[in-house]
């Protein structure tokens, strides 16, 4: 590697010696102006230098600790732009063989648990595509296995869930539950009577109700495995889409006191109040949890075939999806975004749903200049070139999951051929700023490889380079926090993971096996697998 002149804080010259010198690793440090380099030394919580072995090895004195990384790829701490964490309280948890159980499987799965569980308690499961589209997944099918126990069915995907009738009646739903805003409760034909299916924001009031149940210590227990299973991926920061309660969400993480940093984005209800918009960013200077934007769910997705399209579904003739939000409520929010200085977040797929909402966009250009802003949307998967070229024009900025690029199939059968949705590569060269988070397993390697192989649509995979340099630079740019953290440049937060391989140069296949042996955040080790000498 050549050698390179260490990088100084704000062009200054360097004025204290380092507590932390890594040595002798591939550093890959995120930088434009310098994507390589072979040492970081830390002072407190930020870096000092970064540079080349010779340049800054001789920076140490008595105090500094020296690691020998020899060889071994640093990288910025990842910063999963898009999670879901609202925990349940205690339950009986279904376990399946595999992400998509069959309805029958499932059936089993619940008589089975009714048989074990204490009559009352509540059984939770997270089934997939399948049962969300099983005619026979009503709560009378459950009622039949589990007539003396509380059960909910929330899809992997959380587009789409099934509750038993004692579940409805815990949660306050009623028989003929009427659809609230942006929401659908599926009905027995020609009745007004649900039939335990919910989509859209009908889910929200009995996942709030539920989550409410949970007491503090399993919040934050909950937090803190979390916590612990980002850290020992090299996760530094993760940017949480939290369901209502969100207030006592807040407050309990919080007193966690939480190894990694922990944005908390209100995800609230259309039919209820926002009550975390009042909540301080920070809780105090010590506190790694900031509360800042808002998401709004515009639309479903391909697989329960509610993503709103402009033409219909190949598989579902006369139907093409269904928007959750019209454009005058898209509108509203964008306004409400400026008025209360919110960063703005929007969950929308299908092309007819981007399509009006850039529209909603522009037609508050005149009074609003976008460019800055950063609103965000979430997915994107529908941004189709001439949607792509007016999201650019507006500062918008995606953020894209990558394992959503795992449903081939899935989108032949909804979409046909040849695939033209969850676009990545072409969105990066049209100059649109980009992130990835996972919407779902934390690991983010198995996201980077999906993200460079692209099971669905090839041409739009990205380098490894890319893939880090939007889990990190990309994502912190998502949040207004670039200047902070993101990449490996002096004066940025040591926030810093050493990879337990190459993810640069193993087998395509390789990358989800790949571990964090070292995880640092603000210059703290937050874990440490004792495979490296200092």
Not at 60 to 71: C, V
Not at 232 to 261: C, K, W
Not at 468 to 488: L, M, P, Q
Request: proline share 7%; with cysteine.
């Amino acid at each position: 590697m050549a050698s390179q002149e260490p990088s100084q804080a704000g062009g200054q010259s360097l004025r204290s010696s380092p507590d932390i010198v890594l040595l002798n690793g591939k550093v890959f440090t995120a930088d434009p102006a310098r994507k390589y380099a072979e040492v970081v030394a830390i002072a407190g919580e930020r870096i000092l230098a970064v540079g080349a072995s010779s340049d800054i090895a001789a920076m140490s004195e008595a105090h500094t600790r020296r690691f020998d990384l020899r060889g071994r790829v640093v990288i910025p701490g990842i910063n999963d732009a898009h999670f879901h964490h609202t925990p349940d309280p205690s339950a009986t948890m279904l376990s399946f063989s595999s992400m998509e159980p069959s309805w029958d499987d499932v059936m089993d799965k619940v008589a089975a648990a009714a048989r074990e569980a204490p009559n009352g308690t509540w059984i939770l499961g997270t089934p997939g595509v399948k049962v969300v589209n099983d005619p026979r997944a009503t709560r009378f099918e459950l009622d039949r296995v589990a007539p003396e126990h509380p059960v909910r069915l929330k899809a992997y995907f959380g587009h789409g869930s099934v509750y038993n009738t004692r579940a409805l009646a815990a949660l306050q739903i009623s028989e003929e539950e009427p659809d609230p805003l942006g929401g659908c409760c599926e009905r027995i034909e020609g009745s007004k009577r649900i039939t335990g299916k919910l989509f859209g924001y009908a889910q929200w009031p009995p996942w709030s109700r539920l989550a409410r149940a949970a007491s503090e210590a399993e919040m934050i227990d909950s937090a803190r495995q979390l916590a612990a299973q980002a850290v020992h991926f090299g996760v530094t920061s993760i940017q949480n889409m939290t369901l209502p309660p969100i207030r006592r969400y807040a407050e309990a993480v919080d007193r966690a006191r939480l190894p990694i940093r922990l944005r908390v984005i209100r995800f609230p209800s259309t039919s209820g109040p926002d009550e975390g918009r009042d909540l301080p960013r920070r809780s105090d200077r010590n506190s790694r949890v900031t509360v800042s934007g808002i998401k709004w769910l515009l639309d479903g997705t391909p697989l329960e075939r509610r993503a709103a399209l402009r033409t219909e579904y190949k598989d579902r003739k006369g139907w093409a999806g269904e928007l959750y939000l019209p454009e005058k409520q898209m509108r509203a929010m964008l306004r409400e975004s400026v008025e209360n200085g919110d960063p703005l977040l929007v969950h929308a797929v299908g092309d007819r749903t981007v399509e009006l909402f850039l529209d909603a966009m522009e037609s508050e250009a005149a009074r609003i200049n976008w460019n800055g802003r950063r609103v965000r949307i979430e997915h994107g998967d529908g941004l189709q070139p001439d949607l792509a070229t007016r999201a650019r024009d507006l500062g918008v900025t995606v953020v894209q999951n990558p394992s959503h690029f795992a449903f081939r199939d899935i989108f032949i059968e909804r979409y046909g051929e040849p695939i033209r949705c969850t676009p990545a590569r072409s969105l990066i060269e049209s100059g649109i700023s980009f992130a990835l988070g996972s919407d779902g397993p934390l690991n983010p390697y198995l996201h980077i490889m999906f993200a460079v192989t692209h099971p669905a649509r090839p041409s739009e995979a990205l380098t490894v380079e890319q893939a880090v340099e939007a889990y990190t630079r990309g994502s912190a740019y998502a949040e207004f926090e670039e200047t902070h953290k993101g990449s490996i440049v002096a004066g940025s937060l040591a926030d810093l993971a050493v990879l337990s391989q190459d993810i640069f140069t193993v087998p395509v296949g390789a990358p989800p096996a790949t571990e964090s042996i070292l995880t640092f955040v603000g210059g703290e080790i937050v874990h440490d697998a004792g495979r490296t000498t200092s």
